[in-house]
């Protein structure tokens, strides 16, 4: 199933990946997409569920799973775009409330209201400002506490240039080599294959998808290199 992610339709961006999911619970792609849209939406809990779920299959499948978060540079779009989406909602949720607020002590104004329960409408307006913005601090500790476990693991193993794609420069997930002896990473060539043109980017030589062949050496040493360094 190919996903739809766009940043102008986060809405279907999230139905599809959900789908994407439901077919194949073990794909990390799909629960880091889904995750991805939740955040947009606002959807913080959905969102931490699903990063951390993909975090928990990229561990188990021995996936470089920060190979999606350098992709996009997450540790940008954490700091920056989710923490500021997180901000947006909560000065939203609170004008809301501000403005509850206000129309309850119009009302108490225009019925001449005793001041014992004033005084109570204010602690409730204090308490529900303190939940809402304990709810947001605890979204953000949450994403905090799930990219630092990511980013840790990434500094904690160094990929060796061989085992990097030529054109991504991320470790390579299905090698391929093609009639030149070039190695690529099966997804990035397909990609270049279908959008820019057909031939090698390397050597320029006309090339097919068809003719590229699994580099089962090279996905080998992968494998060793992951089960050593998991």
Not at 22 to 27: A, V
Not at 118 to 147: H, S, V
């Amino acid at each position: 199933m190919r996903l739809h992610f766009s940043w102008e339709l986060w809405e279907k961006s999230s139905v599809d990946s959900r789908k994407a999911a439901e077919l194949d619970g073990k794909s990390v792609k799909a629960y880091y997409l889904w995750g991805r849209a939740a955040l947009q939406l606002g959807q913080y809990e959905e969102a931490i569920k699903c990063l951390a779920k993909a975090n928990e299959l990229a561990n188990g499948q021995k996936v470089f799973f920060a190979a999606y978060y350098q992709k996009i540079q997450l540790q940008s779009y954490l700091n920056s775009k989710s923490f500021r989406l997180i901000d947006e909602d909560l000065e939203r949720s609170r004008g809301r409330l501000l403005d509850e607020s206000e129309v309850e002590d119009a009302k108490m104004e225009a019925d001449d209201g005793d001041r014992l329960l004033r005084g109570k409408m204010i602690m409730d307006f204090e308490f529900q400002l303190e939940e809402l913005e304990g709810t947001a601090q605890g979204a953000k500790d949450k994403l905090n506490n799930l990219f630092a476990q990511v980013d840790d693991r990434r500094r904690r193993r160094e990929i060796p240039d061989y085992l990097c794609g030529t054109i991504s420069f991320e470790l390579l997930e299905d090698p391929v080599i093609t009639p030149s002896g070039i190695t690529y990473d099966r997804a990035d060539m397909r990609e270049h294959l279908q959008r820019v043109s057909h031939f090698d980017p390397v050597t320029r030589a006309l090339l097919k998808e068809d003719q590229l062949i699994p580099n089962l050496a090279m996905r080998e040493v992968v494998d060793n290199f992951l089960s050593e360094n998991p």
